[in-house]
């Protein structure tokens, strides 16, 4: 018996007059918003120039999104190509599709450029646009609860997620942009969920290890993306939407969430080791 089952939006999508106005878009809007904003305080509290927040928010957002999008259509490509298959939908970002592995990857590479021909450190802003990120994408993840995607199999817990059957004005299938009829076509797992509360849990991990621990710079925003990647590791796997396998039939997503991990963990041990080497070396000198 499912004790808690979450209903999933009536719709996604609303007409004003001939503007659809998109819940997905509207969610990662609203992250970024809230990460710009947190990011420009951390920052400024940490010795920066908060209008730099500005300069690095309008290089990151277009980058991030144009990574995003094509490490989508290139994890995904058969759904823009081949037989009977529209191309033109790779420019189609409304309708949902993007990876965030390509989003972090180029928008902090805009970033770094940003930064590099500024001549500013670049350490300092990455711890405070560490903790951010995750809630960034915590938010954003509610755009997949609109669009009734990325769930996992039937769920046998106490909890569950409800898919609708949604319809376009003329009655016919529209998962995204119709309207539900009220009918239940699956409970499942709501993988989305998951997500959301592991970001939330790793920004509360940054915060703990800023403040406690002494981490900072490049090695908090390195401590994000090993606290990301291996909860997406294991929710990863609960997913049962349509992906591109690789080794037989794992998904593409958790070998990348492996290998990034085990990426970052091994960069952020370097670094915790040649810190502790130039403070040791410093202890020397002052004695």
Sequence with gaps: MIAAAIPSPPQGVWDLGPIPIRAYALCILTGVIVAYFWTRRRYAKLGGDPEVTVDALLVAVPAGIIGARIYHVITDHDKYFGEGKDPTQVFNITNGGLGIWGGVVLGSLAVWLLFKAKGLPLGTFAAAVAPTVPLA????????????????????????????????????????????????????????????????????????????????????FT??????????????????????????????????????????TALFVWWTVQQRKTKGVTKEETK
């Design 137 to 220: 994408q915590a938010i954003g993840r509610l755009g997949n609860w609109f669009n009734q995607e990325l769930y996992g199999g039937p769920s046998d817990a106490p909890w569950a997620l409800e898919i609708y059957r949604r319809v376009d004005e003329n009655g016919y299938s529209a998962p995204i942009t119709g309207h539900s009829t009220g009918e239940v076509l699956a409970t499942v797992q709501p993988t989305f969920l998951y997500e959301l509360i592991w970001n939330l849990l790793v920004v509360v991990l940054l915060l703990v290890a800023e403040r406690y621990w002494r981490v900072g710079g490049g090695r908090l």
């Design 223 to 264: 401590l994000y993306v090993m606290g990301y990647t291996f909860g997406r590791f294991f929710i990863e796997n609960i997913r049962t939407d349509a992906a591109t396998t690789v080794f037989g039939d794992v998904r593409i997503n958790v070998v990348v969430s492996a290998v990034v991990f085990l990426a970052a």
